[in-house]
């Protein structure tokens, strides 16, 4: 019988699904506070050392590494599918899947470098 | 010789046109919700952009709240909030078809799986909006 291979769909669906409810979860109200409520004045916006003093606990970077990682491979799943609906691009899905995952290891990186590496 | 041949055997190609999705409602609310993806990497940009600033010091975090301020990135945080509330929607209304429901040989209602994620979504906000607010 010929070799056939498995999908790898799987593996980034788990990413994709617990992406979904995190981003569905929490997204919403950082959105509301940090995006509008406080640029308009109409909630306290805490200065930085208190923001700071927030960001060094444990806890709020397992928090926000938690939420952004998976929040960018919940997005790279869901663009890559939707820039192939949109423009009815299918056959370029493996490029399309490639650059989508590219970007979301790049944006992993990079929440590595903020969240672990600096102090 | 003729050129004719029996039959034509040729690949079902149907015809899609480019903007099948304002066909039809259910399509379009669809893409709509697929969309809410750019607006999730919109913003974890911008929070990644919120966490380097803090990092930084007093001068990068105050230009970090000016760049929040300016009218294009609010019309930009309204869209973002519209459409990924959407999804959040969808979401929580869609968990009853992927999750186990039968409990003791019956199958519980819809409403008795989408409703607590509702309430579990306001819980979240809260002690979200505790934190960020520097109540806690």
């Known amino acids: 019988m010929a070799h056939t ?25 950082h959105i509301l506070l940090s995006g509008l409520l406080q640029p308009l004045h109409l909630v306290p916006s805490p200065d930085r ?22 929040a960018i491979w919940h997005a790279a799943y869901r663009i890559r599918d939707t820039i192939c ?10 490029v399309i899947m490639w650059l989508c995952y590219a970007g979301a290891s790049a944006v992993t990186i990079a929440v590595g ?3 672990i590496f600096v102090p | 010789m003729p050129s004719y041949k029996p039959f034509q055997p040729e690949a079902y190609r149907p015809r899609m046109s480019p903007f099948w999705y304002l066909d039809r409602w259910p399509y379009f609310q669809f893409i709509v919700r697929e969309t809410s993806a750019f607006f999730v990497v919109y913003f974890t940009v911008i929070m990644l952009m919120q966490i ?22 609010m019309v930009l945080n309204v869209i973002a909030l519209a459409s990924i509330s959407f999804h959040a929607v969808t979401w929580f209304i869609l968990v009853p078809r992927v999750f186990v429901r039968h409990v003791m040989g019956n199958v519980l209602p819809d409403f008795l799986i989408s409703v607590p994620n509702f309430g579990a979504w306001l819980v979240a906000s809260a002690v979200v909006a505790a934190f960020v607010l520097g109540i806690f």
């Open chain 1, 85 to 94: 609906d949109l423009f009815g691009i299918r056959p370029l899905d493996e």
């Open chain 2, 52 to 73: 380097c600033a803090i990092e930084t010091g007093v001068g990068a975090y105050a230009k970090f709240q000016a760049f929040m301020a300016c009218p294009v990135v």
């Open chain 1, 49 to 70: 050392s208190q923001m700071l003093t927030l960001l060094e606990n444990p806890l709020t970077r397992i928090y926000l590494a938690a939420l952004l990682i998976f």
């Open chain 1, 5 to 29: 291979q498995r999908s790898h769909r799987p593996v980034f669906w788990v990413l994709f699904g617990t992406g979904g409810f995190l981003v569905a979860f929490f997204f919403p109200i």
């Open chain 1, 113 to 115: 470098w903020l969240l």
